[in-house]
């Protein structure tokens, strides 16, 4: 890609991080390429188009991509409790709830309280076991196809690369410092203000009587 800024051409020298590194550029206007290998804008396309090469085969079986997920890897790893299964399927703990409710509605999945737990336990009903296996061969058709269009090796280096950079950027997510303006409990509530000042003001007088 060749992008012009300023008379010049920077598309050479720019890092994938620059959008944040240095900001807009100059120019009065930025192209549309100019973001398109911005990296968080690369990941997101990656997987985009990723899950857009089988939503086509999830629509022939009437499943969303996210319910996909949920079948895959209940079968993998039978019943799970519903946090570990919001983890493994990376779905936040919001959106699960409804997926799984519509999923038992269908008749995919059996919900059931387990002692202990505060999520309970969910698993695959023969209907859903029946559904994921008619499933998968198509599913790794288009795996097998996306493998040898990429080449397996360039796959493997890819996956090495994000697995050594996400533990490097949750690395510096867990030694940064909490500052005042992001810490939940640095800005205390209206409740607590008002609390706070009573206590530093001490007891009121009482009034006397009579008067």
Aim: proline letters at 6%; charged letters at 30%; zero cysteines.
């Amino acid at each position: 890609m060749t992008t012009s800024l300023g008379g010049k051409d920077r598309a050479a020298e720019r890092s994938p991080l620059a959008v944040f590194t240095h900001g807009i550029p100059a120019a009065p206007t930025a192209p549309d390429e100019y973001f398109d290998d911005v990296l968080p804008n690369l990941l997101l396309d990656v997987r985009e188009a990723f899950l857009a090469d089988f939503r086509s085969v999830f629509r022939e079986f009437g499943v969303t991509d996210q319910q996909f997920r949920v079948l895959n890897i209940l079968y993998l790893s039978g019943d799970l409790e519903i946090g570990k299964l919001a983890r493994r399927s990376r779905i936040v703990a919001p959106s699960m709830t409804g997926i799984l409710n519509r999923m038992v509605q269908i008749g995919w999945l059996a919900r059931k309280a387990s002692k202990g737990q505060r999520w309970g336990r969910v698993s695959l009903t023969g209907e859903g076991r029946r559904l994921i296996k008619r499933l998968m061969p198509r599913v790794e058709e288009r795996l097998a196809a996306i493998e040898a269009a990429l080449g397996s090796q360039h796959i493997k280096m890819l996956a090495q690369l994000l697995v050594e950079a996400r533990a490097v950027l949750r690395s510096f997510i867990a030694d940064s410092p909490r500052t005042p303006s992001t810490s939940r409990h640095s800005r205390p509530n209206r409740r607590s203000r008002e609390l706070g000042k009573r206590k530093s003001s001490g007891p009121r007088p009482k009034k006397p009587k009579g008067g």
